[in-house]
């Protein structure tokens, strides 16, 4: 399928499913506690997704069974809410989407609960750093992998880190995967413009060892072969109608993120 250039008044509705998304991370953000069992966690979101008049797109996704993905420590991304407990110093990583009139939202958010070790904020200071860089780089004009490009970079600046080469970012719009696949690393300056109307979830994943992953027998949750912890930070963003970029699951738009690199968010959204 070819790539999905979306209008302005598209785009509303994209805000509106995003907004939600980054109200529901929001919400969670503020809601995990050790001693919770994550399943918890996916309650909350389905109520708030509910409440805010979507639907869940990952819940029966290729069969997936919940609102959200959970995934703690080892685990990188794709875990699936249940019984397990969370624990002091655990690294979790929570992923969720939703869909308003047809429109999808993405975004994901890795957070230490508790005591976290200085190492572990680390890693996920840098996958988050990395996310924003990725989407500043992502400007009207730029080529696609120069976002790629731009993660690898910033996360190789900071230390030794596994940059997951299986999973990356997308497309994103009337279906939650879209074309163009978005890797978190390489050359830039190739494969298609980033123009107005695109719309891309960026979603660096790192871990503090290997990159390589395997997929636990659930048939979903995503662990480091070597047992490293991971992170992983998304946002779903588009260039509007004006050149100017827009993060539809940010709550601010990445105003304050954005402007911090000198540029300026679009305000027609
Ligand atoms: N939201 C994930 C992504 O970032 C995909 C989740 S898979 C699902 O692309 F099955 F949980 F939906
Ligand atoms: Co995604």
């Not at 869940?56 to 080892?74: L, M, Q, V």
């Not at 539809?248 to 959204?269: F, K, W």
Request: one cysteine or more; hydrophobic letters at 40%.
């Amino acid at each position: 399928m070819a790539i999905q250039i979306k209008s302005l008044e598209e785009l509303k509705i994209m805000r509106r499913a995003g907004l939600l998304v980054g109200q529901t991370l929001d919400l969670l953000k503020a809601s995990i506690k050790v001693g919770m069992r994550t399943d918890a966690l996916d309650a909350i979101a389905a109520a708030n997704i509910k409440r805010g008049g979507g639907t869940s797109n990952f819940k029966g996704y290729h069969g997936y069974p919940a609102t959200i993905c959970i995934s703690i420590n080892d685990e990188i991304v794709h875990g699936i809410p249940g019984n397990r407990i969370i624990e002091d110093g655990d690294v979790v990583s929570i992923d969720c989407g939703a869909i308003i009139e047809g429109w999808h939202g993405d975004a994901a958010f890795s957070i230490g609960v508790g005591k976290v070790d200085p190492a572990d904020q680390k890693l996920m200071d840098v996958c988050e750093e990395s996310m924003w860089r990725g989407i500043a780089a992502g400007k009207q004009g730029a080529k696609l992998t120069d976002i790629g490009h731009a993660i690898e970079e910033y996360i190789k600046s900071q230390g030794k880190y596994g940059i997951l080469q299986e999973y990356g970012g997308h497309g994103i719009g009337t279906e939650m995967h879209q074309e163009p696949h978005v890797l978190n690393f390489g050359k830039p300056g190739n494969g298609p413009e980033i123009v107005a109307g695109l719309a891309l979830a960026i979603e660096p994943m790192i871990t503090r060892g290997s990159a390589k992953t395997k997929v636990l027998s659930d048939d979903w949750t995503v662990v480091s072969q070597d047992k490293s912890r991971g992170a992983h930070f998304e946002n779903s963003y588009v260039i509007c109608p004006d050149g100017k970029p827009f993060v539809l699951t940010a709550l601010d738009g990445g105003a304050s993120r954005l402007n911090s690199y000198g540029i300026s968010i679009s305000n027609l959204l």
